[in-house]
């Protein structure tokens, strides 16, 4: 008896490469400063309707971080020696810097930002908490990297150096530092490979936490 094959099941993957070039510049919200939006989500959404952003900015000076009501917030630094992090009393002091991990709070936390030794520039993911979780992993592509993503959504940002990626039945996609690359839909498997020695990239992955179709208040 031969049993009949099983039915093949096609992906629709949508990948949009977003070049360092095209990043929309604006003023933080607190005005201290001027940030490079990546992406945020729903396409057009202002600081309050965000269900999430990707974003980098320039610190040059001390200062407090901007309030986001509800907003989950990771911070990396990309560019100078990092900065300390003040909570206060209650959530004390923490050191972000380029050898730490991503470094997640909520950005509805008061919290004073001082430089550790000059201009840092940081890439900062936000998710509205209710609505989306996300995570957030810094790589270091030396030759080849292979990573399973399973995210509903997931972005590729290139901090240093340059790097091809490819996904299975897709094709290859050149990053070059301070792009990126928004894949919607599990992509499944994606291939990284150094165009050099080595590379530096950060992997976000966005997971939604209500359904797409739920009222919103």
């Known amino acids: 008896m031969t049993c009949p094959a099983s039915p093949t099941v096609e992906r629709s993957i949508d990948l949009n490469v977003l070049r360092a070039a095209a990043h929309r510049r604006m003023p933080w919200k607190n005005g201290g400063g001027e940030t490079s939006e990546i992406a945020i989500s729903p396409p057009g959404a202002t600081l309050d309707s965000l269900d999430w952003r990707v974003s980098m900015a320039v610190v040059a ?3 407090p971080f901007s309030i986001f009501p509800d907003i989950d917030r990771t911070l990396c630094i990309l ?5 300390a992090l003040d909570f206060g009393a209650a959530g004390g002091t923490r050191t972000v810097t380029r050898d730490t991990a991503p470094f997640p709070f909520p950005a509805d936390l008061p919290v004073q930002a001082r430089l550790l030794a000059g201009t840092i520039a940081d890439l900062n993911v936000m998710t509205r908490r209710g609505r989306y979780r996300h995570s957030v992993d810094r790589l270091v592509v030396d030759r080849h990297l292979t990573l399973d993503l399973r995210a509903e959504e997931s972005l590729l940002f290139c901090a240093d150096g340059a790097v091809s990626c490819a996904i299975e039945g897709e094709s290859e996609i ?3 530092a301070r792009d990126c690359v928004l894949m919607q839909s599990p992509p499944g ?5 150094a165009a050099r020695s080595s ?10 936490t209500i359904a797409r179709n739920a009222s919103r208040n």
Do not use: E, N, P
């Open 79 to 83: 560019d100078g020696q990092g900065m």
């Open 174 to 176: 050149q990053l070059g």
């Open 61 to 63: 000076q001390d200062g």
């Open 189 to 193: 498997v994606l291939t990284l490979s």
């Open 199 to 208: 590379a530096s990239v950060f992997l976000i992955q966005l997971y939604r």
